[in-house]
């Protein structure tokens, strides 16, 4: 199993660090590619999310934890937030079929992460956001 951890400011600027973090991870796993383009975009779409709306008033950080066990070639992102809470399972799919313009905004970019990851899992505990994306890599 490997593990690691890493904090980063939860300002969109700062995607880019968690980003090339992520990738370099990944691409030393041997991970292939089409997989790490999925796990870049939903990560981008949590990052940006929680950098978004998470701290409104205030910068925080994110706490990301990547977990890889090769046994079964999975792998899990943790981010972890002490914003104010809220749990994206709870939101409802949109309706992809209805025009543009008579869909309400939001939804799509948690419905995007629940299509290209495996399992996404929401906690909130002692005071944290703890939102956990899975992907099978083989």
């Known amino acids: 199993m490997e593990e690691k951890n890493l904090i980063v400011s939860a300002e969109i600027a700062d995607w880019h660090v968690l980003h090339d973090y992520l990738r ?8 292939p590619n089409k997989i790490i383009n999925h796990i870049i975009i939903a990560s981008e779409e949590i990052f940006v999310n929680i950098a978004t709306y998470a701290y409104p008033n205030s910068c925080g950080y994110i706490n990301v934890n990547i977990i890889y066990i090769p046994d079964n070639g999975i792998l899990k992102i943790k981010f972890i937030d002490q914003g104010i809470p809220f749990n994206p399972t709870l939101v409802s799919a949109p309706n992809i079929k209805e025009k543009i313009e008579n869909r309400k905004i939001g939804g799509l970019g948690i419905f995007i992460v629940n299509k290209l990851m495996d399992n996404v899992e929401y906690v909130y505990m002692s005071g944290k956001n703890n939102l956990t994306i899975t992907k099978k890599t083989k």
Do not use: R, S, T
Not at 24 to 31: A, G
């Open 24 to 31: 370099n991870f990944m691409e030393k796993l041997d991970i």
